[in-house]
């Protein structure tokens, strides 16, 4: 399975951009997928999970509000619309394929990762 992120860039403060998730391989519609952040000099940190219908998401606390994340019903598509982002946002984004059917919030929990595409957000 290959998960191809793309989307990324420079935006100033406040503005937008819409990450893109496609898997391709031996995919199932039938996984939740999730984003996932690391900024440097930090650990990789949960953003935003979705379940395999897109019935089920979460989001991590410092995105809620901001960050929306869909995908094609039952599909291996994903996006990630952030508005309002803040210089804290900065970081590379990877998505996941998760092991189960579920919107799942640790990175145990997936089994395929992306490449990663960066944002960069400056004041």
């Known amino acids: 399975v290959q998960l191809q992120a793309s989307g990324g860039g420079l935006v100033q403060a406040g503005g937008s951009l819409r990450l893109s998730c496609t898997a391709s391989g031996r995919t199932s519609s039938n996984n939740g997928m999730g984003w996932f952040r690391q900024a440097p000099g930090k650990e990789r940190e949960f953003v935003a999970a979705?379940?395999?219908?897109?019935?089920?998401?979460y989001y991590s606390d410092s995105v809620r509000g901001r960050f929306t994340i869909s995908r094609v019903r039952a599909g291996t598509t994903m996006y990630l619309q952030m508005n309002g982002l803040k210089p804290e946002d900065t970081a590379v984004y990877y998505c996941?394929?998760?092991?189960?059917?579920?919107?799942?919030?640790?990175?145990?929990?997936?089994?395929?990762w992306g490449q990663g595409t960066q944002v960069t957000v400056y004041s």
């Open positions: 996941a394929t998760a092991r189960g059917s579920a919107a799942a919030t640790f990175s145990a929990d997936y089994r395929y």
């Open positions: 979705i379940s395999w219908d897109g019935g089920n998401k």
